[in-house]
């Protein structure tokens, strides 16, 4: 083999190489960021179940409640006027004399 051979082989396996550490790394990067999530969650989990939840927590547990009890009342409004109208239109046709389905 040539010198020129054997420099262009090398570089080659250089670039093959810088390829791989950096698909490595990338994928070692990955997985510790998944791996500390994971340590973030169960620390923020063990906290909880050790202290009780916090005064943020509570709040926002407090106003979650609030929203869906305000909520289903507006539903209960909104369907209780509909089955009013609906009740109504009833009447007045049966008033026409023409029953509607």
Known sequence: MS??????????EIQVGHRDR??????????????RK?????????HVAWFGPTQ????????AAQRAS????????KEAAQRASEKA???AAKKRGKPKK
């Open 3 to 12: 010198r020129v051979e054997d420099l262009g082989r090398l570089r080659e």
């Open 22 to 35: 950096m698909e490595f790394v990338t994928n070692l990067r990955q997985t510790v960021a998944g791996l």
């Open 38 to 46: 994971s340590f973030v969650d169960e620390n923020r989990a063990a």
């Open 56 to 63: 943020a927590q509570v709040r926002a547990s407090e106003k």
């Open 70 to 77: 305000e909520e289903a009342e507006r539903t209960a409004a």
């Open 89 to 91: 239109e009833r009447t």
